[in-house]
């Protein structure tokens, strides 16, 4: 292919992408396919020669797409959001037109540039104060990594990346069970080894870290002795919502001298409306804050927002100078490769800068406040219908619920949310409870009316009457 023929595909890719968002809601949200069918139909060898466009897009369509799950369908209830909002495929789509590598400030001045730009405009929407600074990261999972190399550095006095952890006390981490398992993926790659990420006991409906069982752990730890290095709280926990008392572990980081690294991968985005603030109250004495605007916001993925109340903590556990990547004769200037893990570095605040012009803060604020109020009105309704039982109430959109039976309770709320996802018409995930398992239901697609959520009703009490 050359540009001219890009000329002409890209217009076709464009109406495809306009067809296919407008026909969602006729299609069933999670991929009907057995294990297996793609596979099978897909060529054992690669071709030797070129082939046609119309031939390579045909096959697109009829071997590709009904392998599919539509993340962006508006009645995608399951896990979290993955949001691809039209302006931001539009911004991608020039974005890898241009196809800059902005690992360095001179790599590209605008994309350096406009991502503390942009940042900035996301520190401020979601309330943090002025002295945090931001980066884009690929993801939570890529932010909370190097929330844990920083711990690693700092209780090490910054020699772990040089000596290596031989010889060193056993570095100790904090969290409860309610954090997102990339937290224990962070603590392998670290290092620090899965027996040194220490969970802490949880407490009340918030499931929240007990900080006095913090507090106790760490003086144990440092009696035994262990290097207590840093305590990763969250907002919005995967399964069901969990949120600390931020304040109150912050009180006891503060007094330990420990990092803190606040995940609110989903739940941040909410805080762009103040009225939601204070599930993460004492958030501004966090030394490490990340949110996904690729989740409930309607970036495309992947554009993580890492929030750093000292960034010079960061760049230097990570940071690498040798000659080739060094810019001479710019002062002051920014190389965010320097603040990440990988050196390469798309160009993610394009697409981030594009949908907040396009849709405002207000438009964004009305969007996730539907959201929260569809999802609180779709728990109060399955509370009241025959047989259900609702197991965590709503924090922010996503609740957890299960149906009652005589039988086992596990296998058949199993078996009722395999015939849910069966059906097609709305899509659900299950996660477990103090051991039992629950169906999990979170409003936040970004094209969602209050009609899918409602349709969500009749489908689950419907199926479960016919279970």
């Known amino acids: 292919m050359n540009w001219e023929d890009f000329r002409h595909w890209g217009r076709r890719a464009a109406d495809w992408a306009a067809d296919y968002h407008a026909g969602l809601r006729s299609q069933p949200v999670r991929a009907q396919v057995a294990p297996g069918a793609v596979l099978s ?34 009645r995608f209830f399951a896990y979290f959001p993955a949001n691809a909002a039209p302006v931001s495929v539009l ?18 001045p605008a994309a350096t540039e406009l991502e503390t730009r942009v940042c900035d ?28 190399l920083t711990m690693r550095e700092r209780a090490l006095d910054w020699q772990g990346n040089k000596a290596g952890l031989s010889g060193q006390p056993r570095l100790r981490v904090y969290c409860s069970a309610e954090v997102h398992t990339s937290v ?15 969970r802490i006991p949880t407490h009340g409906p918030t499931r929240a870290m007990d900080a006095n069982a913090l507090r106790n752990a760490i003086v144990a730890d440092r009696a035994a002795g262990h290097l207590p290095a840093g305590i990763i709280a969250c907002t919005g926990g995967t399964s069901a919502g969990a949120s600390d008392d931020i ?30 603030r204070a599930l993460w109250a004492g958030v501004e004495r966090a030394d490490s804050v990340v949110m996904n605007p690729h989740k409930w916001l309607g970036a495309q993925f992947d ?26 004769g710019a ?47 779709l728990a109060k309704r399955l509370e009241q219908a025959d047989g259900f039982e609702i197991v965590t109430q709503p924090m922010l959109s996503l609740f957890t619920f299960r149906h009652l039976a005589t039988a086992d309770l596990d296998a058949h ?14 899509y659900l995930t299950q996660t477990r409870i103090d051991g039992a398992l629950v169906i999990r239901f979170q409003a936040g697609a970004f094209t969602a009316t209050a009609e899918d959520v409602a349709m969500a009703y009749e489908v689950i009490t419907e199926l479960a009457g016919a279970g």
Not at 124 to 148: E, K, Y
Not at 413 to 426: E, T
């Open 41 to 74: 139909a897909l060529p054992d060898t690669p071709p030797e020669g070129a082939e046609a466009m119309q031939a390579i897009f045909d096959d697109f369509e009829q071997t590709i797409m009904p392998g599919m799950t539509h993340w962006q369908h508006p």
């Open 91 to 108: 911004a991608e789509y020039f974005v890898s037109a241009i196809a800059a590598q902005c690992m360095l400030w001179q790599t590209s």
């Open 121 to 148: 405009w996301m520190r401020q929407a979601i309330g943090l104060p002025d002295g945090f600074t931001g980066v884009i990261q690929d993801s939570a999972s890529s932010a909370t990594l190097c929330a844990v």
């Open 184 to 198: 224990d993926r962070a603590i392998w790659i670290a290092g620090l080894g899965e027996e040194n990420l220490v």
């Open 247 to 276: 304040a109150a572990v912050m009180d006891v980081a503060e007094a330990e001298g420990l990092y803190t690294h606040v995940d609110a991968a989903w739940a941040g985005s909410a805080m762009i409306c103040p009225e939601f």
């Open 303 to 328: 554009c993580t927002t890492h929030f750093l109340r000292n960034p010079d903590d960061l760049v230097r556990t990570l940071a690498i100078q040798p000659e080739y990547l060094k810019t001479h």
């Open 331 to 377: 002062d002051g200037i920014v190389n965010y490769s320097e603040w990440s893990v990988p050196l390469g570095r798309r160009f993610r605040a394009l697409k981030l800068w594009f949908l907040i012009r396009a849709h405002g803060l207000e438009g964004l604020r009305e969007m996730i406040r539907n959201h929260v109020t569809w999802a609180q009105d």
């Open 413 to 426: 709320n199993q078996d009722l949310l395999n015939r849910i996802n069966d059906d097609g018409r709305i």
